[in-house]
């Protein structure tokens, strides 16, 4: 797999690769993500408990979830570059951060959106809603290193160690309501067991869980055919690219 993968790292194969995958990713996003959110907010039954406000589950678990999995592909692309050294896998770590950095934030307005009426506040220091708020801040870090330096290679150094290191976050995420007593609730999403959604609530928040996923992978490849230019400006099938476009 490593051999059919390598030659991808290659910016002219990496961009045109991105370039036939987009349409795909983001015809599929905006499918699934239409039909689970009007199915999730329109069609799903009320909750017997939380009535009608429960629904903003459809937006928060979706935001939530793929925070997670953002983080985990931006430090993959990170760790790739810094053993590697492979740039590619540095400018596609570039394009995730900020992406993944505004589903954390959307999972945590939306958390706080929805903690209101049944915790009777906006915000507690529950250790769910704490290691999530240490994400957002992971992902400004990586952003900010990014930033820092001129040179992009010493950049993306740094950049990568934060991300990989950062990882252990993931697992405390993920686990602190198991681990800790916590306000928020249970997953209700389990692999090995049984969900303990009905199944007229769980799958539309299943798709809206891929359709998030989907997105994400969108506008990442939007991003990182943005990175790839500006990092090969020099290029001539960069110069051949800018003239063919000026023509059309």
């Not at 406000?53 to 810094?82: C, D, E, K, N």
């Not at 540095?90 to 209101?116: E, N, R, S």
């Not at 997953?187 to 007229?200: F, G, L, N, V």
């Amino acid at each position: 797999m490593w051999k059919w993968l390598h030659p991808y790292a290659d910016p002219e194969r990496a961009y045109k690769l991105s370039g036939t995958l987009l349409p795909w990713f983001a015809m599929l996003a905006i499918s699934f993500i239409g039909l689970g959110t009007v199915w999730g907010l329109v069609f799903a039954p009320t909750d017997y408990q939380q009535g009608d406000s429960y629904r903003i589950i459809f937006i928060h678990v979706p935001a939530a979830s793929m925070s997670m999995a953002a983080y985990m592909a931006m430090a993959t692309s990170s760790f790739i570059g810094l053993v590697w050294q492979i740039k590619s896998a540095d400018w596609a770590a570039a394009a995730i951060a900020p992406i993944g950095a505004v589903i954390t934030f959307i999972a945590l307005i939306t958390g706080a959106t929805w903690g209101k009426p049944m915790w009777g506040t906006w915000w507690v220091w529950d250790a769910r809603l704490t290691s999530e708020l240490v994400l957002l801040f992971l992902y400004l870090g990586v952003i900010s290193l990014y930033a820092s330096f001129e040179d992009k290679v010493l950049a993306a150094r740094a950049a990568g160690i934060l991300a990989i290191v950062g990882v252990i976050n993931i697992p405390i995420i993920k686990y602190s309501v198991d681990w800790w007593s916590s306000l928020h609730q249970p997953s209700t999403i389990k692999i090995t067991e049984k969900s303990s959604m009905p199944t007229e609530m769980l799958y539309p928040l299943l798709i809206n869980i891929m359709g998030f996923g989907l997105m994400i992978g969108a506008i990442t490849l939007v991003r990182f055919r943005s990175e790839i230019l500006a990092r090969n400006g020099m290029r001539p099938w960069v110069r051949e690219l800018a003239k063919a476009e000026g023509v059309k």
